[in-house]
């Protein structure tokens, strides 16, 4: 079955880390593109951090807000796409989803979401 699992969520004080990870299990695993996103109570969704898959191996790409203190990573062998997050602020709070991306130029974009994983960050 064709699925993302995340996990690693949780609450955590400002300063903190925290490391979510999301496994893929089927033929997702062949996807062009890997992400994160979060959705904040009364937010729309946005991207956090993106690795596109290139000729030249791979890509990433994170929103201002989080560049310098979140990394993206894929471990190839374990099927698992890691999003680590560190000193992290109140505003961080949301619901993080990973998204994989299949893009055809027959079958057009297919896209594949995990159920989300919640990051809640207070003192």
């Known amino acids: 079955q064709e699925q993302l699992v995340e996990s690693g969520g949780g609450s955590v004080q400002p300063g903190g880390t925290l490391r979510l990870s999301c496994a893929a299990s089927?033929?997702?695993?062949?996807?062009?593109?890997m992400g994160w996103y979060r959705q904040a109570p009364g937010k729309q969704r946005e991207t956090v951090a993106t690795i596109t898959t290139i000729s030249s191996g791979d890509s990433t790409d994170y929103a201002d807000s989080v560049k310098g203190r979140f990394t993206i990573s894929r471990d190839n062998a374990k099927r698992t796409v890691y999003l680590r997050m560190d000193s992290l602020k109140p505003e961080d709070t949301a619901v993080y989803y990973c998204?994989?991306?299949?893009?055809?130029?027959?079958?057009?974009?297919?896209?594949?979401w995990g159920q989300g994983t919640q990051v809640t960050v207070s003192s």
């Open positions: 998204r994989f991306d299949q893009i055809s130029i027959y079958a057009g974009r297919r896209e594949y």
């Open positions: 089927g033929s997702i695993w062949n996807s062009d593109i």
